[in-house]
């Protein structure tokens, strides 16, 4: 399927309020009025039912009702909390349409493209079924997803991930997989079909960022439950204060209880919550980062724990070979010979850089029946048999363990130069023919540069960093300590991972790693979080749930810190949002008995001009408040690396007292506006 992501380019229009955009969420706003939806909110749909009383009493007191105040008035009130039910709405809607506006993209690009089998049929796109084969060569469209089998190739990945460089993608390794819609620029290459018919990563695209479809996170959940809380305790609040204006003769209207009730429970972050939500996940996907659940956003906020693999992430990742060491008596052509046999079925860049290093064509050796050994994380060697020869190349303990199994000596000129090797963040590979020592091959890497300055600012979060790697424990710290990262996991296998990952939950840690290889599926799946690269294998972006399009292993921290912003625009919009309610007080309580007990008058500290004014003015500001925190609440809350207890000390003096003031002066201004009037 031809997929021209445009909606994920880099240079994508970010724009909140999009005309388009604007429309579709308008027309939202009033299809959202349905008591059916409306009940999912359990705050908003008590002010949907005291809009609809306010309806009911301003036709009464159109047709003679008595005692209710003016029909004007009354009508008044109820378009204010109508407005402030479609703001509410709106702020949903706009925040649902930005991701509908993207499904809606992805979905007018697919097209059915030509797949070539192998055995020369031609079929379309939307025939093939998992485990069917097809071909791609120079120009050619890949179908669908798939994992190369055979061949390598340099293919054109813009359409998902919006970059314009060209990657290469090969068989074998955890750089196989490919998505349909990118283009093959060069070579050909045999794909297995890794996806059922509708389960290609597009289609799963246009689900994961489809917003209506979003499910509730259980920190959306739990805030939900405590403000249909507050609501349940307002309405108590406002019945009980029935009998006591009647006890101090002091008639209250019903638009009266009603606009006290709207204005003390907190109709902003009831209004805004989902919203919120929602752009967290759109935050995401602008990170080019596809995000199966909002959940797994939400939880990289909490994240204590980060998991790091060494080599792509913390280094360069490109290790080349920098050195051969034969040992002692060891011809050095003869050392050469071994170590590019050895490295013939290795895949892996660093298996290439040797035989570039020894300058030898591996085409010059004519073998009869060689077997090649390929690594495995188990063995940690790779190697070939041929005739009565059996080279191995691996982990110095690996070949030790191997060598002394035989009943051979491991020398110790090899031991020193492993440990100088490693010494200097070096990785040494120790080669060996028949179980004999040959030498060693040092394999070097570079930290990347200001990666020491990231993990700092994960520090800051409160979150400890640690290092997987392959490596042996020497080397691995000399990286450890370069790098600044707080632990390291070395001569790492899957199962030390799990391992790891289920030590750190059980002290009641949450943990996020990243991965590409099949062998990191079992880790990505335990994860709290687990980040698969887009050009990783397959299994690794099933176990995960979260995929990488740009396929940068330090994407992690930039994830972590979008969850963090999500938490915190929600803790900081529900904290301005209940200290509002102090300045709404001071506007309508001395409002409703100050006929009654002028004493009360004291406590109309903004010099209201008059009651009707005043209700007026606490909902009208409790209406435009809400749009007027859209925005806020679409792209988050500015985050800083600062701390916890630093991060909620700076946001209540922000939003905890900006909460207090901002509505004294906002209602005194419409008061001023309303007072003319009335």
């Avoid at 003679?64 to 703001?87: A, D, P």
């Avoid at 020869?389 to 982990?395: F, M």
């Avoid at 099949?518 to 980040?531: I, K």
Wanted: charged residues 20%; neutral net charge.
């Amino acid at each position: 399927m031809v997929q021209k992501i445009n909606i994920m380019s880099k240079s994508k229009n970010t724009s909140l309020f999009q005309p388009e955009l604007m429309n579709e969420a308008f027309k939202q706003s009033f299809v959202k009025l349905n008591p059916k939806i409306m009940f999912h909110n359990p705050v908003m749909f008590t002010v949907w039912v005291g809009t609809l009383v306010m309806l009911f009493v301003s036709f009464s007191t159109l047709f003679g009702v008595e005692g209710q105040g003016s029909f004007v008035y009354n009508f008044t009130v109820f378009i204010i909390l109508f407005l402030t039910l479609l703001f509410a709405n709106f702020a949903e809607a706009i925040a649902e349409a930005r991701g509908k506006a993207q499904a809606d993209s992805l979905r007018k690009t697919r097209e059915e493209t030509p797949a070539k089998l192998e055995n020369g049929k031609t079929i379309s796109s939307s025939q093939l079924k998992k485990g069917d084969v097809f071909l791609c060569e120079a120009g050619d469209t890949i179908p669908t997803d798939g994992e190369i089998i055979e061949g390598l190739a340099t293919i054109d990945e813009s359409a998902i991930t919006g970059e314009s460089a060209p990657v290469i993608r090969e068989a074998g390794g955890d750089k196989s997989s490919v998505t349909g819609g990118t283009k093959v620029l060069s070579d050909k290459i045999k794909v297995v079909v890794t996806t059922q018919p509708g389960e290609s990563f597009l289609d799963k695209m246009i689900a994961l960022v489809e917003g209506a479809s979003r499910q509730k996170t259980p920190n959306e959940i739990a805030l939900t439950i405590l403000l249909a809380g507050f609501t349940l305790v307002f309405i108590i609040v406002c019945i009980t204060l029935k009998p006591f204006a009647d006890y101090a003769n002091a008639p209250i209207t019903i638009a009266a209880f009603i606009s006290l009730f709207v204005c003390l429970i907190p109709t902003t972050i009831g209004g805004l919550l989902s919203a919120i939500g929602i752009a967290g996940m759109d935050r995401a996907l602008r990170a080019n980062v596809i995000t199966k659940s909002g959940k797994a956003v939400e939880t990289a906020g909490d994240i204590d724990v980060l998991l790091l693999d060494k080599t792509g992430t913390i280094t360069i990742g490109n290790r080349k070979a920098t050195k051969f060491y034969p040992t002692t008596g060891v011809d050095e052509k003869h050392f050469l010979k071994a170590v590019v046999l050895s490295s013939m079925a290795d895949e892996t860049p660093e298996g290439k850089s040797i035989i570039e290093l020894a300058g030898v064509n591996p085409l010059n050796y004519k073998l009869e029946n060689p077997r090649y050994i390929k690594f495995t994380a188990e063995t940690r060697s790779s190697g070939i048999d041929f005739e009565n020869i059996r080279i191995r190349k691996g982990a110095s303990d690996a070949i030790k363990n191997l060598v002394e199994k035989a009943g051979n000596h491991f020398p110790k000129e090899v031991a020193d130069w492993v440990t100088q090797i490693s010494s200097n963040g070096g990785t040494p590979l120790v080669v060996s023919e028949n179980e004999n020592v040959l030498g060693v091959v040092e394999l070097q890497d570079i930290i990347k540069p200001g990666i020491q300055e990231r993990f700092e600012r994960l520090r800051k979060m409160g979150i400890k960093t640690v290092m997987v790697t392959g490596d042996n424990p020497m080397t691995a710290k000399y990286i450890a300590e370069k790098a600044g990262v707080d632990d390291f996991i070395a001569e790492a296998r899957p199962e030390d991972k799990m391992e790891y990952i289920k030590k750190e939950q059980a002290d009641g840690r949450l943990v996020a790693m990243m991965g590409d290889g099949t062998n990191d599926a079992p880790a990505l799946a335990q994860a709290n979080v687990g980040v698969a690269m887009n050009s990783g294998t397959q299994a690794a972006k099933e176990a995960g749930n979260m995929v990488d399009l740009d396929n940068d292993p330090t994407k992690l921290i930039e994830i972590v810190e979008i969850g963090k912003q999500l938490l915190m625009t929600r803790g900081t919009l529900t904290t301005f949002s209940i200290a509002n309610d102090v300045a709404k007080y001071f506007a309508i309580i001395p409002a409703l008995f100050i006929a009654a007990i002028p004493a009360l008058n004291e406590l109309n500290i903004m010099n209201l001009h008059s009651p009707e004014s005043a209700i007026l003015s606490a909902v009208i500001f409790n209406a435009i408040i809400i749009p007027l925190l859209i925005p806020l609440a679409l792209k988050g809350v500015a985050y800083k690396p600062i701390g916890a207890s630093a991060l909620l000390r700076r946001n209540l003096f922000i939003y905890g007292l900006g909460g207090i003031i901002v509505p004294f002066i906002g209602i005194k201004l419409i008061d001023i506006v309303v007072s003319i009037f009335i």
